[in-house]
């Protein structure tokens, strides 16, 4: 097989990870979570689309950087409750930040182009919130 021939053209869906640690706490809870408390999030952010001539999807790079750029540079070490203008459950986070990603995704001059597919938001190693395209579509409807 030649090795610069391309693959298939297929839809592939790719995952990055990234991880913040903020502080936090929930207001109009009761329980331990009220008081003020930290977490090391991790967040996934899967993209989809068909593969290029060269067999990728997205440059990493690139996912990289908006993620780095719209969430961790404004939310690593921060206290999120001054920055965000709603309760910060993982719930509302991860709608928040599909909502970002999916933004500057679709600013990115990508050939062919991808689709934010799904945001996975871990507040701790045993539980996250998700949030797909198609449930992020049908809340915008």
Same mark, same amino acid.
């Given at each position: 097989?030649?090795?610069?021939?391309?693959?298939?053209?297929?839809?592939?869906?790719?995952?990055?990870?990234?991880?913040?640690?903020?502080?936090?706490? /929930?207001?109009?809870?009761?329980?331990?979570?009220?008081?003020?408390?930290?977490?090391?999030?991790?967040?996934?952010?899967?993209?989809?689309?068909?593969?290029?001539?060269?067999?990728?999807?997205?440059?990493?790079?690139?996912?990289?950087?908006?993620?780095?750029? %719209?969430?961790?540079?404004?939310?690593?070490? %921060?206290?999120?409750?001054? /920055?965000?203008?709603?309760?910060?459950?993982?719930?509302?986070?991860?709608?928040?930040?599909?909502?970002?990603?999916?933004?500057?995704?679709?600013? /990115?001059?990508?050939?062919?182009?991808?689709?934010? %597919?799904?945001?996975?938001?871990?507040?701790?190693?045993?539980?996250?919130?998700?949030?797909?395209?198609?449930?992020?579509?049908?809340?915008?409807?």
């Amino acid at each position: 097989m030649d090795r610069k021939q391309p693959f298939h053209t297929k839809q592939v869906s790719v995952t990055k990870i990234f991880t913040f640690d903020s502080a936090h706490r /929930l207001d109009d809870y009761i329980g331990k979570c009220a008081n003020l408390h930290g977490h090391t999030y991790k967040l996934e952010v899967e993209v989809k689309g068909r593969t290029d001539h060269r067999g990728i999807v997205i440059d990493f790079t690139d996912l990289k950087k908006i993620v780095n750029e %719209q969430i961790i540079s404004k939310y690593d070490h %921060q206290f999120l409750n001054d /920055l965000l203008p709603f309760h910060t459950t993982a719930e509302n986070m991860v709608v928040f930040f599909f909502g970002i990603i999916d933004t500057y995704l679709k600013q /990115l001059e990508a050939a062919p182009p991808v689709r934010l %597919q799904r945001v996975r938001l871990w507040e701790t190693p045993t539980c996250y919130a998700e949030i797909t395209r198609e449930d992020f579509d049908r809340e915008s409807e």
